[in-house]
DNA sequence: TTCATACTTGGCTAAATTGCCAAATAGGAA
DNA sequence: TTCCTATTTGGCAATTTAGCCAAGTATGAA
């Protein structure tokens, strides 16, 4: 790996890191949906606000989610509606490792 | 969020954590091209083996990677090519970002 | 068997991440 | 102005992660 290619898929893990986090997933589930205010998000996922806020602003450095202020509310926005392309295959994938799961256990029936 | 979306939410995080890592990205595209083994790998990226060794199984881990030994080596396969479309989103959100870097850059040029 | 190679695992330290509380900031209403 | 609500930021402790070295395991060759 030379140095463009460390800094191209740094660049990529960065953008993947944003998403690793259940949290920060259901508000890219919710955001797909209809934009959202950090108290209504707050509210869904049952935690502090400023745990909340903190995570939306990690979905912002990466480019993932926009804010805009309307009053005294902050309405987040999904940027990038690709990104449940992604959850799709990441679906496939935990339904892979499920039917893996299954052959192991009907293996061990059948003995 | 209900006990069950929970589970959903970080069954899918644990997918997306284990690509959160350049060297782990980096990995999945070699794969996609074809089969490696470890060593292959440990001498691509120029890291201790165990470091690869240990990425190696987190992807695996994650159901992402399969092995298989040959000999005294262990040939590593990528089992859902489908990442790759999620990397072309990820592709995206870099462009999209770079792009609004642009402006804020010919913005100030033109004030 | 012994030796060498390929890989994995354990252990350790350093660094990053998470989530809460408390404090600061920003608007709007009174 | 003061007060209240919405959000962000700072700080901290607990947890997780990364990567190196050393030790262990496994397989094939001699």
């Known amino acids: 790996m030379n140095q463009d290619d460390i800094k191209l898929y740094e660049a990529r893990a ?6 690793a986090h259940s949290s920060r997933l259901f508000i890219v589930d919710m955001l797909n949906k209809q934009p959202r205010t950090v ?32 009053g005294t509310t902050v309405l987040y926005t999904l940027k990038c509606p690709c990104i449940l392309n992604f959850i799709g295959c990441v679906e ?20």
């Open 92 to 111: 496939d994938v935990i339904e892979s490792n499920t039917n893996t799961q299954m052959e192991i256990l009907s293996c061990c029936k059948t003995r």
């Open 39 to 70: 108290g209504e998000l707050t509210e869904m996922i049952g935690a502090d606000t400023s745990t909340v806020s903190k995570h939306l602003s990690v979905l912002k450095n990466a480019g993932i989610v926009e804010d805009e202020k309307k």
């Open 14 to 19: 960065n953008i993947i890191k944003a998403l």
